[in-house]
């Protein structure tokens, strides 16, 4: 799956990340990892849309053992990564925290919600992140009950 | 009641020293839009929110609220807290979530009328 | 509790009903940013979100953590196209004049208790 994601795109803003989920629930991908997917993609999409010069792409593998989720763009590029991963940490522009976002845990929120996390930036060239998510067996193995 | 008894019965954590330990609390605040803050809430409110970066201070300094409760375990920074002391905002803490302390704050509140 | 009481409860309309006619509120979030939602991560599906937000963000939020019912309180009016997103997926959508505080207020003094979340650690606690 490969999604376009538009810079500045608020209004759609999550909208690519509910189709991945419920396309990785349709093809059988246990619950527990589809919502993880979910999120990583959801926080990976809005941060294209707050942050990205030009949006970017939010693509989708599934393979046997693992989910992987890959965000892509082409600037500005993330200065200090390691301040950008803190928790609470945030550049978003008003327009953004005005609507509820920006509250600088995206990055954090994927590294917890990922098995397998990494991220390259470099300014003026653009960022990739590329996250690893292992399926579970038992799709309701990490679940108490449920419906 | 006072906000001195919400602290003691909810043990909540002392960002800064209170302001003014005689005040009463008018009423409870949820919420995290500083726009909705300063249009909604009442002086002498208890604004409960995980917000807790400068602004915070303030938006309660500005709408004459009791005090600040910030919750789920967020902590303001030095910066924040220095500032609220010079301003006389009073920020209070606390480990549960919002949906809880909003739940206990109105429990005690309504236990007193 | 049920949803019908919840409503009656927090003086709530019922926008959309939802599949689930045993469905129980059991737990709750309160949050206006969308982003502390998505540490729920570790919570349950029978979680109700409460919040003040009708953004489009927060339907599609709602679909990723498997959220059980939303509540839009504040006398916000969701959009068609939110309710619209709430019947697609089934789920309970209600709205209310009442305030954030005082709804959650109500919940927690019926029986709804917090949802167990496991937030990540702020920056500032290391200071």
Same mark, same amino acid.
């Given at each position: 799956m490969k999604y376009r994601i538009r810079a500045g795109d608020i209004e759609h803003g999550g909208s690519a990340s509910a189709k991945i989920k419920s396309e990785l629930t349709r093809v059988g991908i246990d619950e527990f990892t589809a919502r993880r997917a979910g999120i990583v993609s959801f926080e990976a999409e809005m941060n294209l849309i707050v942050y990205s010069d030009s949006g970017g792409t939010l693509s989708v593998r599934v393979e046997p053992d693992a989910v992987v989720v890959e965000a892509r763009d082409k600037?500005?590029?993330?200065? $200090?990564i390691d301040l950008a991963m803190t928790p609470g940490y945030s550049t978003a522009p008003e327009w953004a925290t005005d609507l509820g976002?920006? !509250?600088?845990m995206g990055l954090a929120n994927i590294k917890k919600n990922s098995d397998g996390f990494e991220i390259e930036s470099r300014i003026g060239e653009g960022t990739t992140i590329r996250c690893r998510l292992d399926r579970r067996e038992n799709p309701r193995i990490d679940h108490q009950g449920g419906s | 009641m006072k906000l001195t008894e919400i602290v003691g019965q909810l043990s909540l954590d002392l960002f800064?020293?209170?302001? $003014?330990?005689g005040a009463a609390v008018t009423g409870g605040y949820s919420g995290d839009l500083l726009s909705h803050v300063l249009s909604s809430a009442l002086p002498g409110n208890l604004w409960i929110t995980i917000q807790h970066h400068a602004n915070v201070v303030a938006v309660a300094q500005v709408t004459g609220l009791s005090a600040v409760l910030i919750v789920d375990g967020k902590r303001p920074n030095d910066g924040v807290r220095e500032q609220a002391r010079s301003s006389g905002v009073t920020l209070l803490g606390s480990t549960e979530s919002a949906f809880e302390v909003a739940g206990r704050v109105r429990e005690l509140l309504a236990a007193q009328r | 509790m049920r949803l019908d009481e919840l409503a009656m409860t927090i003086e709530g309309e019922t926008l959309v009903r939802g599949t689930? %006619? $045993?469905?129980?509120?059991?737990h709750a979030y309160a949050a206006d940013l969308l982003s502390d939602v998505? %540490?729920? !991560?570790?919570?349950? $599906?029978?979680t109700t979100l409460v919040t003040g937000m009708i953004n489009p963000q927060v339907m599609r939020m709602a679909e990723i953590l498997s959220i059980a019912a939303v509540i839009v309180v504040r006398g916000k009016l969701p959009p068609q196209s939110m309710v619209e997103y709430a019947q697609e997926l089934g789920i309970p959508l209600l709205a209310t004049r009442k305030t954030l505080f005082e709804t959650c207020g109500l919940m927690f003094a019926h029986g709804v208790s917090p949802c167990q979340t496991k937030p990540v650690h702020d920056m500032r606690d290391h200071q």
């Open positions: 600037g500005p590029g993330i200065e $200090d976002f920006g !509250a600088g | 800064t020293p209170i302001s $003014d330990p | 689930r %006619s $045993d469905l129980q509120i059991e998505l %540490s729920l !991560a570790e919570g349950e $599906d029978r």
